[in-house]
């Protein structure tokens, strides 16, 4: 999808609309990628504070969204960089226990803290293949083009990320049947 | 096909990424309860994922346009500063080869010089002791030696030619002396002349 061109050009309403329109994807993307609620915020208007400045800087030619999503990463990592920020170890998480049932755990919202903290704790290099496949359902010759990447070794990461997800995941992966509820 | 490239295929499968192995895959999964499983358990990771709570997140636009503002200000700063700063260098450079400014460390002192330096001491000022000026470049040692026996040379003329000097001084003093002496024996003479002169005039008086 192609933003509006207006925004380019410095007009205010164009760029709102823009905003309005990513600002939402871009949370999603940040905090899987970093991990944490309280920094995605701070991390949004980062971004869009850098689409507006290097606005000139995008050509049509490429993918809106690939660029944006190029910015946020560099965001994240420029701030984990500065604020030297970890993702919590899944040590400090409660460990999902073999009494409740992983619903139960997910409507005390355990469920979904450990699912982005098993997300937060994958290498950086398959923690974003998971991010972009998954949640921006980008395809993996998008993720290849923004990247840089061949698309077999996005690919390859994507199948490892999601491997090893099922293993940090595996108490609630093991109860298919409940999951469905 | 093996297991182990089923199971290496399943991720790619349960995302929808066609490969042309799909159907050996899927064959293979209606045979193998194993792998059934592990598809079934990374479908379940897919589902997991969806479970997760996105924060609703409104960017704030007038921030947005004060933080851009506050940025360019300090990016305006910046190149003022940097403006400033390489004028200063420029003229610090300028004024440095303009005056021909020569700054250096001495020992025990610091020389700042501009221009091209004082005029070279005139020789006259110690005609008696001119020493030939000794400048020390670089070590050389057969030129300093050089430099060192002229010096010697020039001591030793200007020793001779004092002795030379003070000789003949010497000389004056003692002809001086000399004719100093003779006139006193001269005087003497007359004196003595003079003494017996008188001593028969009053002689001559006692008898009359």
């Not at chain 2, 921030?63 to 500063?81: F, N």
Request: hydrophobic share 40%; net charge neutral.
């Amino acid at each position: 999808m192609k933003p509006d061109l207006d925004w380019q050009n410095g007009s205010s309403a164009a760029f709102e609309m823009l905003v309005r329109r990513w600002q939402q994807p871009v949370a999603r993307f940040l905090f899987h990628l970093v991990g944490r609620k309280e920094l995605v915020a701070d991390l949004c208007q980062e971004v869009f504070l850098r689409v507006y400045e290097h606005r000139l800087r995008y050509r049509e030619s490429g993918t809106f969204a690939a660029w944006l999503y190029r910015i946020a990463l560099n965001v994240a990592r420029d701030a984990k960089r500065r604020c030297r920020y970890e993702p919590r170890s899944l040590d400090d998480v409660e460990p999902v226990s073999d009494g409740p049932s992983p619903d139960a755990a997910c409507e005390q919202a355990e469920c979904g803290r450990l699912i982005v903290q098993s997300i937060a704790d994958l290498p950086e290099s398959l923690r974003i293949v998971l991010v972009l496949r998954h949640y921006e359902e980008m395809s993996f010759d998008q993720i290849a083009r923004m990247l840089g990447e061949p698309a077999s070794t996005i690919k390859s990461r994507f199948s490892a990320a999601l491997r090893r997800l099922r293993e940090r995941l595996r108490p609630l992966c093991d109860n298919p049947t409940e999951l469905e509820r | 096909m093996k297991c182990t490239d089923v199971r290496a295929a399943l991720p790619l499968l349960i995302y929808g990424e066609s490969s042309t192995e799909d159907a050996a895959v899927r064959e293979h999964l209606a045979n193998c309860p194993d792998c059934r499983r592990e598809y079934e358990a990374l479908q379940g990771v897919r589902r997991l994922l969806d479970k997760t709570s996105v924060p609703h997140v409104a960017v704030d636009l007038h921030q947005l346009h004060c933080s851009l503002s506050e940025r360019q200000q300090r990016r305006e700063k910046r190149w003022q500063h940097a403006a400033l700063t390489l004028g200063a260098l420029a003229a610090a450079l300028l004024v440095a080869f303009g005056l021909h400014l020569d700054i250096r460390f001495d020992a025990s002192q610091l020389v700042v010089r501009w221009g091209d330096g004082p005029p070279p001491v005139a020789e006259t000022c110690y005609p008696d002791f001119a020493i030939p000026q000794i400048q020390a470049v670089k070590p050389d040692v057969p030129e300093e030696l050089r430099v060192l026996s002229e010096l010697i040379h020039a001591l030793k003329q200007d020793a001779d030619s004092r002795d030379q000097r003070f000789s003949e001084r010497l000389d004056r003093l003692q002809e001086h002396v000399h004719a100093l002496q003779s006139q006193a024996d001269l005087r003497w003479d007359t004196t003595e002349k003079d003494v017996a002169a008188l001593y028969l005039l009053t002689r001559k008086g006692e008898k009359p």
